[in-house]
């Protein structure tokens, strides 16, 4: 089935610093999500990427769609203590009924 | 407009039992699906019901079932619980097809 792989799995930084994910598939993606969950929380959507190279930017972040539709970004930059969370990437299956999570990437931030 | 709403919002059982998890959606999603999380195995799929209709389902063993009624609500049972099934389980709404889920907060199994 549908799977895909993202790193690292832990990230901390200082405030202030960049920090990106990646999200991997071995086969070409129709479309890629990522979603934000806070510590104590729930899965928040934050992005839909579709397009070949699509680039879209919320804030300070930018999410990135690879030209070959096999993998994706998350970059945020200058982060702050509220970026603190688990980031996922996730994609559907062929027929669209199943959505597909990475394993996460989790973000800590000291100030 | 209201959210998805997951009950009970934490709930103990014993060994053995069984338990059902109800789901909400957002006033007309007919898409609902269920996720297992845990510090091990991330978010995992459970199942995807629309129109009543469960259309995919995970890799879960038997013990685990689900259905949605005709105003999209949703139920999930587990039965014969076992100590592996400790959990927070999310349910997600959408519209249909490949749009953002937005999830409920969970309701955390504790099995004993």
């Known amino acids: 089935g549908q799977q895909v792989m993202q790193i690292p799995q832990y990230q901390h930084v200082q405030e202030g610093e960049d920090f990106t994910t990646y999200c991997n598939s071995s086969t070409t993606l129709s479309n890629i999500q990522w979603y934000k969950q806070r510590p104590g929380g729930h899965p928040v959507f934050l992005i839909q990427?579709?397009?070949?190279?699509e680039v879209k930017k919320q804030k300070r972040l930018t999410f990135q769609f690879g030209e070959a539709k096999k993998n994706s970004s998350l970059h945020i930059t200058a982060t702050q203590t509220t970026d603190v969370g688990t980031y996922f990437c996730?994609?559907?299956?062929?027929?669209?009924?199943?959505?597909?999570f990475g394993k996460g990437t989790t973000l800590s931030v000291s100030s | 407009k209201a959210g998805v709403t997951q009950t009970p919002r934490y709930l103990i059982k014993t060994r053995g039992q069984q338990v059902t998890l109800s789901c909400s959606p957002i006033?007309?999603?007919?898409?609902v699906s269920w996720y297992q999380q845990t510090p091990g195995q991330g978010l995992q799929f459970l199942f995807e019901?629309?129109?009543?209709?469960?259309?995919n389902k995970g890799n879960f063993p038997g013990r685990f079932s689900g259905r949605q009624f005709s105003n999209s609500r949703s139920e999930m049972n587990v039965s014969t619980l076992e100590l592996g099934d400790s959990a927070l389980y999310l349910c997600?709404?959408?519209?249909?097809?490949?749009?953002?889920?937005?999830f409920g907060s969970g309701t955390r199994l504790t099995v004993v």
């Open positions: 996730a994609v559907f299956n062929q027929a669209g009924t199943a959505l597909i």
């Open positions: 006033s007309g999603h007919r898409s």
């Open positions: 990427l579709v397009k070949s190279g």
């Open positions: 019901y629309f129109s009543e209709t469960q259309r």
């Open positions: 997600a709404s959408s519209l249909a097809g490949a749009r953002g889920y937005t």
